[in-house]
């Protein structure tokens, strides 16, 4: 096999493949122009649309030629692909807008140089297209019986599935038709929920250009415990900064499971597949190689400052040592803790939980902590004598010996989400 697609396969990115014969003999005769596509339906990519764009730098090093295609006329429709129920409909202005933050996002992780990588948006020919010369031309090469044996449309069928919805596998057929004919595109690679449209392209271009086209798609990611990859209690680990910020995104990193951590040091990162495997030895302190990992991925995404202050703000955290001003923070009014400020409001106001009924709940069962402050608590409330203590008690009142000398308390609940509160 192409030492291009054996790196692939030995860090993660192989699930399934048109033919991967004929795409290894493609590789060994030159570069080949690949795409990867992105509907933009936010403003913000989130980790789990970033796993094609790993193997997209992968194929990049081997020399072959990245395209990063923008759906700014396919997310005008949305894949019913993965999905129980349609898209919210996005207005064209929304969709343009959303087109140009991911495609700053994608440029800081990839670097675009209009040669071996580069951007296109379907919107150049999706967006005018003659309808009836369109079902002429292309929706003759479909057939309806072999678009429902793909699952995700036997999915949709059992909760509905709409004529707007099922037009879009005909337009990601037609935008690797198009890739090829613009650039010579000859491969699509993407989540292996696209595999139905990857394989429809694929035959489209040997129907209409008489060319072997092929795609490569790769596995879905979830944790070992079988949850999606990327999800955490305030919902999906999104790149931009002001909706993710790069200490929670380390703060996932560093607290994935054991289990977790070869798997997404060979797919998450691009350091070497021996050094992975030597980070997870027997007998390494596992700590040691999840802070390895959540440095290595914040720096990719956010860049090295970021990453540095993020992994300074966790050992501040956890009272070895650091710069705590990467933790995430609030301002609270002196005045509540001069009465006493109730646990339970204290974690629901900071947004540390969702409700007053979790905040109890929370406490009761041991998972509510903050920082020792000058005075400390009564040995009634307390279950340890670290640094950051467990508040067990749903009445207990947080007040101002619990503050440091500069007025801050970091919070923690469970184990993972920090908080420094400032008083003012």
């Not at 087109?99 to 150049?124: C, E, W």
């Not at 429809?200 to 990611?221: C, S």
């Not at 390494?284 to 300074?312: F, M, Q, Y």
């Not at 947080?398 to 308390?409: F, R, V």
Request: a negative charge; glycine letters at 10%; aromatic letters at 10%.
């Amino acid at each position: 096999m192409n030492w291009a697609l054996e790196t692939l396969k030995t860090r993660g990115f192989f699930q399934q493949c048109t033919d991967a014969e004929g795409l290894s003999k493609l590789m060994d005769e030159g570069p080949v122009t690949f795409y990867e596509g992105t509907d933009p339906t936010g403003g913000s990519l989130h980790i789990g649309h970033m796993v094609p764009y790993f193997a997209f730098r992968h194929l990049r090093n081997a020399n072959h030629k990245g395209i990063a295609l923008l759906g700014g006329g396919t997310a005008r429709i949305g894949d019913p692909s993965g999905r129980d129920e349609t898209r919210k409909m996005l207005d064209y202005e929304t969709l343009d807008a959303n087109v140009a933050l991911i495609t700053a996002q994608l440029d800081r992780f990839v670097g675009f140089d209009g040669s071996t990588a580069f951007t296109a948006n379907n919107k150049d020919w999706l967006a005018n297209l003659n309808y009836i010369d369109f079902l002429r031309d292309i929706g003759r090469h479909f057939s309806v019986n072999r678009m429902l044996s793909f699952e995700a449309y036997r999915m949709r069928l059992e909760t509905g599935l709409s004529f707007i919805e099922f037009n879009y596998q005909l337009l990601q057929s037609f935008d690797f038709l198009e890739l090829y004919r613009r650039y010579g595109c000859r491969l699509q690679i993407g989540g292996d929920d696209q595999w139905g449209n990857i394989v429809a392209g694929v035959e489209l271009i040997r129907r209409v250009e008489g060319i072997e086209a092929y795609g490569l798609t790769f596995p879905l990611v979830t944790t070992s415990d079988g949850k999606k990859m990327g999800k955490t209690l305030k919902g999906a680990l999104f790149l931009d900064p002001a909706i993710t910020s790069p200490y929670d995104f380390f703060q996932y990193w560093r607290n994935v499971t054991d289990q977790d951590i070869l798997r997404f040091l060979l797919m998450f990162t691009f350091l070497p597949v021996d050094e992975c495997q030597s980070l997870c030895k027997d007998g390494k302190n596992p700590n040691d190689a999840k802070e390895r990992l959540a440095w290595e991925v914040t720096c990719l995404i956010h860049g090295k400052e970021e990453a540095d202050k993020a992994i300074s703000g966790a050992k501040a955290a956890f009272g070895s040592g650091g710069d705590k001003s990467a933790i995430p923070k609030t301002e609270i009014s002196r005045l509540r803790f001069d009465n006493g400020y109730n646990i339970v409001d204290l974690f629901c106001d900071t947004a540390l939980v969702p409700s007053k009924s979790e905040g109890r709940r929370l406490v009761q069962q041991g998972g509510a902590f903050v920082s020792r402050g000058s005075g400390g608590l009564s040995a009634s409330q307390l279950s340890s004598a670290s640094q950051l203590v467990a508040i067990t008690d749903p009445a207990a009142l947080i007040g101002t010996d619990n503050l440091s000398a500069e007025g801050e308390i970091i919070l923690r609940a469970g184990k993972k989400r920090y908080l420094l509160v400032t008083v003012i």
